[in-house]
């Protein structure tokens, strides 16, 4: 059982360019959140998508959007990269209201 | 704002001691509370979670919860060396968002 997968590993972006992350759930979840990690902090919500529709979002500017596919999966894009934007970002699956569990990540630089 | 609190350590125990794990939330309304551990580049992996009062126990790691200290721990028993690594404290409050304190992070030394 394929559990959460991520790509790209790691990605080098400069300022002002755009990204877009990719994420696949774990077999029979049918939700996807993704979070930001900054080095030593805990991870912060960005918004989560269910039946392809945003259904919470975080505390983050519209430079972040994303979209989920009739598949479950999902893409983060962010826009006018900004150094501050670089760091781990997670995508976490899961059932209804169950537990979350992590992908991998995708390692984000803005230079 | 709401918000989980956490001691960032680094707490230092000896293999075969108990490793205890604190964090403390501002949300009453909280439903549902997780541990998450992070080995250092690695993303977080779900170890525990817990829902009601009390201690939910699975092999060397017990969960306690308490809803009226607005409080929940993580007990290691028989620490090992490849338990180093960093814990975080997540609570859900029934939006399906979790949040997370800014993890602990834990050494066990031979």
């Known amino acids: 059982d394929a559990g959460v997968t991520q790509s790209p590993t790691h990605l080098i972006k400069t300022r002002g360019q755009q990204v877009t992350l990719r994420c696949s759930p774990k077999s029979g979840h049918d939700t996807v959140s993704w979070y930001q990690q900054a080095l030593g902090q805990g991870p912060q919500f960005i918004f989560q998508?269910?039946?392809?529709?945003?259904?919470q979002r975080g505390n983050f500017p519209d430079r972040f959007s994303g979209h989920q596919f009739p598949n479950y999966s999902s893409e983060l894009n962010v826009n006018a990269l900004l150094l501050g934007d670089s760091a781990l970002y997670l995508c976490?699956?899961?059932?209804?209201?169950?537990?979350?569990?992590f992908g991998p990540g995708t390692r984000l630089t803005v230079l | 704002q709401k918000e989980v609190e956490q001691n960032s350590g680094p707490l230092s125990v000896p293999e075969g001691a108990i490793a205890s794990l604190n964090c403390t939330y501002s949300d009453r309304g909280s439903q549902s509370f997780f541990w998450y551990r992070q080995y250092s580049g690695k993303s977080p992996e779900l170890i525990m979670s817990?829902?009601?009062?009390g201690d939910k126990e699975d092999g060397r790691f017990t969960a306690q919860l308490n809803k009226a200290s607005q409080y929940v721990s993580l007990l290691i028993r028989d620490s090992q060396p490849s338990d180093s690594a960093t814990y975080l404290c997540a609570v859900n409050d029934n939006t399906d968002k979790l949040i997370f304190g800014t993890g602990t992070r834990l050494q066990v030394f031979p």
């Open positions: 998508y269910y039946e392809e529709e945003e259904r």
């Open positions: 976490a699956s899961s059932f209804l209201y169950n537990e979350q569990f």
């Open positions: 817990i829902y009601s009062n």
